[in-house]
């Protein structure tokens, strides 16, 4: 990194917090996500808005399961790629339709209302009347155009998100598999119909016109004008290190247990997801992945010291026993 990465240069008597900008010019979901997560962990001081692009690429949540959130034979007979990002939430489709940013900072400095008023007053700026919904989703006209998650690591943070431009939508819809429940809850009865692309409401809008407005917005909302950033400033080596495990098969898909039969129900604070397998006088470990519950902590550790209990009381039992899983 350049020497004036994190430095707080004095402007007479008042220290002034550093706000830097870069891009990757990369549509390798590997790599963009790889990139994202060294700056996090290098950066020293300061905020950084980093925005980027993947193509043609579906992203799971963190805590997902990946086969049953993407249409496997698809994905595969059309070479679509598959990445499992650092972030919980639901998967997503990416394509260069699509712009990404990313907000890096300290866990003292974030502050997710200003993040989303750097999206929100970059989409006015164009005469596109976008609103927050709830914690995740920016909607325009009701529909969603931009879906946020959030990371913390020790006492760094960031928040990233999506914006529709102009994404092939009858595409999404063949790679990922929605639950219809998550649809039900939004009121639509597919994915297609649930999304707004910006470009259907602001015609001449491009990436590019795009990426000058939340810079701009950016500079305004923190009050300096962004220090320009780019790859060249940063260990390629390292990042080279990161992308190797984003790469790697063990963790974009993770180990897939064969269930025998699922339900599923819908909270206020996300999805519940029960699985079961039967097997004869044995009871495998509970695996738990998915969306987290509010009170996730005392909720595993009191599934934890059940089911120890119903192994003491039920390991003489002859015949079929139950064994379950958990998704959120």
């Given at each position: 990194?350049?020497?004036?990465?994190?430095?707080?240069?004095l402007?007479?008597?008042?220290?002034?917090?550093?706000?830097?900008?870069?891009?990757?010019?990369?549509?390798?979901?590997y790599?963009?996500?790889?990139?994202?997560?060294?700056?996090?962990?290098?950066?020293?001081?300061?905020?950084?808005?980093?925005?980027?692009?993947?193509?043609n690429?579906?992203?799971?949540?963190?805590?997902?399961?990946?086969?049953?959130?993407?249409?496997?034979?698809?994905?595969?007979?059309?070479?679509?790629?598959?990445?499992?990002?650092?972030?919980?939430?639901?998967a997503?489709?990416h394509?260069?339709?699509?712009?990404?940013?990313?907000?890096?900072?300290?866990?003292?400095?974030y502050?997710?209302?200003?993040?989303?008023?750097?999206?929100?007053?970059?989409?006015?700026s164009?005469?596109?009347?976008?609103?927050?919904?709830?914690?995740?989703?920016?909607?325009?006209?009701?529909?969603?155009v931009?879906?946020?998650?959030?990371?913390?690591?020790?006492?760094?943070?960031?928040?990233?998100?999506?914006?529709l431009?102009?994404?092939?939508?009858?595409?999404?819809?063949?790679?990922?598999?929605?639950?219809?429940?998550?649809?039900?809850?939004?009121?639509?009865?597919?994915?297609?119909?649930?999304?707004?692309?910006?470009?259907?409401?602001?015609?001449s809008?491009?990436?590019?016109?795009?990426?000058?407005?939340?810079?701009?917005?950016?500079?305004?909302?923190?009050?300096?004008?962004?220090?320009?950033?780019?790859?060249?400033?940063?260990?390629?080596?390292?990042?080279?290190?990161?992308?190797?495990?984003?790469?790697?098969?063990?963790?974009?898909?993770?180990?897939r247990?064969?269930?025998?039969?699922?339900?599923?129900?819908?909270?206020?604070?996300?999805?519940?997801?029960?699985?079961?397998?039967?097997?004869?006088?044995?009871?495998?470990p509970?695996?738990?992945t998915?969306?987290?519950?509010?009170?996730?902590?005392?909720?595993?550790?009191a599934?934890?010291?059940?089911?120890?209990?119903?192994?003491?009381?039920?390991?003489?039992?002859?015949?079929?026993?139950?064994?379950?899983?958990?998704?959120?």
């Open positions: 990194m350049p020497p004036t990465i994190g430095a707080y240069p402007i007479g008597k008042v220290r002034l917090r550093m706000v830097y900008y870069l891009e990757t010019r990369s549509t390798d979901p790599y963009n996500l790889a990139f994202e997560e060294y700056v996090l962990t290098h950066r020293t001081e300061g905020d950084y808005l980093l925005l980027w692009q993947n193509d690429t579906v992203v799971v949540g963190r805590n997902q399961n990946t086969a049953e959130e993407i249409n496997a034979d698809f994905v595969e007979a059309h070479h679509i790629r598959v990445v499992r990002r650092g972030t919980g939430g639901g997503v489709y394509d260069s339709g699509n712009l990404n940013f990313t907000f890096l900072t300290d866990a003292r400095t502050n997710l209302a200003r993040q989303l008023e750097v999206i929100t007053g970059a989409l006015k164009l005469g596109i009347n976008a609103e927050k919904s709830g914690r995740n989703d920016i909607l325009v006209d009701g529909r969603k931009s879906g946020n998650a959030f990371y913390t690591s020790g006492g760094k943070k960031y928040h990233h998100g999506t914006l431009i102009d994404v092939k939508t009858d595409e999404m819809a063949k790679y990922l598999t929605v639950s219809p429940l998550k649809l039900q809850a939004k009121g639509v009865s597919s994915v297609k119909s649930r999304v707004l692309n910006l470009k259907s409401v602001c015609p809008l491009t990436v590019p016109v795009l990426q000058n407005a939340l810079v701009r917005a950016f500079a305004e909302i923190y009050g300096s004008e962004p220090q320009h950033l780019s790859e060249a400033d940063f260990d390629a080596a390292e990042v080279a290190r990161y992308e190797a495990e984003f790469k790697s098969d063990a963790f974009r898909l993770g180990t247990l064969p269930f025998t039969w699922q339900a599923e129900a819908r909270f206020e604070w996300g999805s519940f997801t029960l699985a079961a397998r039967c097997r004869r006088r044995r009871f495998t509970t695996l738990w998915g969306r987290r519950l509010p009170v996730q902590g005392s909720f595993l550790k599934a934890h010291l059940r089911r120890r209990h119903w192994r003491r009381q039920h390991k003489k039992l002859p015949g079929r026993q139950e064994t379950t899983s958990v998704n959120f």
